[in-house]
Nanobody, 127 residues
Framework: VQLQASGGGLVQAGGSLRLSCAAS????????MGWFRQAPGKEREFVAL????????YYADSVKGRFTISRDGAKNTVYLQMNSLNPEDTAVYYC?????????????????????WGQGTLVTVSS
């Protein structure tokens, strides 16, 4: 599956952005979809995950209550709605697909467990 992320940009602190990740192919529903981010000089970190059905979501503590992940099967697209952004959210955001998802915390936060990755979209939050 190929993933194409979009929607990044420059926003002021307190603002909102919605990221999109379009997936190719007809097997979108067989993948759990996640978002990760990587700030300059830091490791890639887990942000959010949505199950295959879309019925269950998981979030990093740092974004819980501010970010919402969702998916649209008809459009083969996963979204990340980001509200109340702050400068610490500045990073390149990547979407990822996991064909054999585990919903144990220690598994889904690990980037190496994901099979496919989008190219990343830059989010910059100014103070």
């Amino acid at each position: 599956v190929q993933l194409q992320a979009s929607g990044g940009g420059l926003v002021q602190a307190g603002g909102s952005l919605r990221l999109s990740c379009a997936a190719s192919g007809r097997t979108f529903s067989t993948y759990a979809m996640g978002w990760f981010r990587q700030a300059p000089g830091k490791e890639r970190e887990f942000v959010a995950l949505i199950s295959r059905s879309g019925g269950t979501t998981y979030y990093a503590d740092s974004v819980k209550g501010r970010f919402t992940i969702s998916r649209d099967g008809a459009k083969n697209t996963v979204y990340l709605q980001m509200n109340s952004l702050n400068p610490e959210d500045t990073a390149v955001y990547y979407c990822a697909a996991d064909g054999s998802p585990s919903y144990f915390y220690s598994d889904y936060i690990r980037a190496r467990n994901y099979d496919y990755w989008g190219q990343g979209t830059l989010v910059t939050v100014s103070s």
